[in-house]
């Protein structure tokens, strides 16, 4: 990793947890920027010790316990950034909220809450974002989707409606902040990812991850990474990752 006297600003990744999220601050550590990372707060131990292995590998890192539903804890999660630690040149966007329920067993509360967590949540990261960015010309934000961004399956009624809406939020931003000079993208991963849940779910993942047929969060990251280094001449707006094996 970069050494610890060195920043190329700050990166703020929303949502990390054992998976992508990890994966994608410790890609932009080990790129060299100060990565401050968020979990609600009754997780901030779990975030604090993981963005202590970071620093121990020679990366700077932050962590903070914040409801991304709250728009007021948004807005001083950006403003404290900015004061302390530096410019924010990547936003990254990854809450998942990813739940099953047939239609009639979705209740208007799990409606609701999955829609704040992957789609408000998102609109709150993504203004916040281009009001810091927007002034300065420059940065990338980046939203995490998933196949429900693309298309709804049985069952998934209220997390691929949020993710759709992510998606078109990403659009419309990209469009409003591209001429600025602020780089938005969206990620529309495809399949099952190698991590806690997926192994807890499946006996096969070692001969998946042998075999390149599940996504390897370290192996997304590195897109996330690209995305940020585009040179402004030929951005890319929305991109899909999926195992060479994946049927789609």
């Known amino acids: 990793m970069a050494s610890q006297t060195a920043s190329k600003g700050a990166c703020l990744v929303v949502g990390v947890g054992d998976g992508v999220g990890g994966a ?18 009754r997780h901030l131990d779990q975030l604090e010790a993981f963005a202590q292995t970071l620093r121990e590998a020679g990366g700077q890192a932050r962590a903070y316990g914040v409801d991304a539903r709250q728009e007021a804890e948004m807005i001083a999660l950006f403003d404290q950034i900015e004061a302390e630690v530096g410019p924010l040149e990547v936003v990254v966007f990854n809450i998942g909220a990813n739940v099953r329920f047939g239609i009639v067993e979705t209740t208007a ?21 281009a009001r810091v960015m927007g002034p300065r010309g420059r940065g990338t934000i980046l939203f ?6 693309l298309r709804g399956k049985e069952g998934f009624s209220a997390f691929a409606s949020a993710k759709a809406g992510l998606r078109a939020l990403a659009q419309s931003l990209a469009r409003e902040m ?19 849940f997926t192994r807890s779910m499946r006996q096969d993942v070692q001969g998946l991850l042998d075999r390149d047929e599940i996504l390897k969060p370290d192996d997304i990251a590195a897109n996330y990474v690209w995305l940020h280094d585009q040179p402004r001449s030929a951005w890319t707006h929305e991109i899909d990752l999926r195992p060479h094996s994946e049927i789609w």
């Open 24 to 41: 994608i601050a410790r890609a932009f550590a080990a790129e060299g920027y100060t990565v401050c990372m968020t979990r609600r707060p």
């Open 109 to 129: 509360q799990v409606f609701s809450k999955v829609w704040e967590m992957a789609c408000f949540a998102g609109f709150l990261t993504g203004r916040e974002a």
């Open 144 to 149: 995490t989707g998933a196949s429900a961004s």
């Open 178 to 196: 591209g001429p600025k000079g602020v780089h938005v993208a969206h990620v529309v991963v495809d399949g099952a990812i190698d991590g806690v």
